[in-house]
């Protein structure tokens, strides 16, 4: 699963998800 944290003023989405083992990730999204 993942979850949004936020959006900065460049559109960026900074957020966290999770693999079936259980194992955290964070991401940051940019659309190019």
């Known amino acids: 699963s993942s979850s949004v944290a936020g959006i900065n ?4 989405i900074v957020g966290q998800s999770t ?14």
Request: hydrophobic letters at 40%.
């Open 9 to 12: 003023d460049a559109g960026q």
């Open 19 to 32: 693999t079936s083992s259980g194992a955290g990730h964070a991401f940051l999204y940019a659309n190019a």
